[in-house]
């Protein structure tokens, strides 16, 4: 990670072990969490799916917060059912709404609808009392350079990403992902109090140095839209 020359304001918060790294963001995250219940009456966590959290979920599920003021939600998820193997939902009840964190209020992605846009109105209204601007977001990165469900070959993209884009989620349906999805769109994204980007292994270095090449083709890698002043980077090999 040092090798590699993050934007001015981008923080390196990196690690020799994963679970070290996923320790760390899990001190970060309820020590920022815990400030802001000082203030607000709720707080909210966006957190993304994959293999790459899992042990960040588990630490964080044993913080001493007032999780019950807590509203946990995916930045994306597949339109699955949460008792399939690829659902991010089942991932996030099994692995983070656990221990402590078992009081938290979970807001779903994943509604009623054969399709995304079929359950979109009732995305919405799921989401419809979550406090803006979201306290912590937890985003990951794939190898072409999505995050969340950004996806450089979703025609829904350019939509998403539009800075005066008035909607807080939108369908998503690229080619190269066997299941359609549903992910929130760029500016609740980008309003974030606290960004942290959590990746795992040295193919996400590769990519990220990739993203920072060409820093304004923001819709051939969506990672790049968010690689800005604030933006903190947890990374282990």
């Known amino acids: 990670m040092s090798d590699l020359r993050l934007p001015e304001g981008v923080s390196d918060r990196s690690g020799e072990t994963a679970d070290g790294v996923a320790l760390d963001l899990a001190d970060a995250v309820a020590g920022f969490l815990a400030a802001r219940l000082r203030e607000v009456p709720r707080a909210s966590l966006v957190v993304s799916g994959g293999s790459t959290p899992l042990p960040f ?18 930045a994306d998820e597949r ?37 995304p846009s079929e359950g979109l109105e009732r995305v919405k209204a799921e989401l419809v009392n979550l406090a803006l601007p979201i306290d912590v977001l937890i985003l990951g ?33 690229p080619a190269s992902q066997p299941q359609k999805r549903i992910t929130l769109t760029w500016p609740p994204l980008r309003d974030a109090r606290f960004t942290a980007l959590h ?17 304004d083709k923001v819709l051939e890698m969506p990672i790049r839209a968010f690689l800005k002043p604030g933006l903190q980077v947890f990374w282990s090999p």
């Open 141 to 173: 990165m794939g190898n072409d350079g999505h995050t969340a469900s950004l996806f450089p070959d979703a025609p829904e993209l350019e939509s998403a990403m539009n800075p005066e884009c008035q909607e807080i989620v939108a369908p998503a349906t």
């Open 199 to 215: 990746l795992k292994g040295e193919d996400k270095l590769q990519t990220l140095d990739r993203a920072m090449s060409e820093p």
């Open 57 to 74: 979920f588990r630490a964080l599920s044993g913080k001493d917060l007032d999780w019950g003021r807590v509203d946990v939600l995916l």
């Open 79 to 115: 339109w699955v059912e949460e008792n399939d193997d690829a659902s991010n939902t089942r991932l996030v009840r099994e692995n983070l709404l656990q221990n402590k964190a078992a009081s938290a209020r979970f807001l779903s992605l994943k509604q009623p609808g054969a399709t």
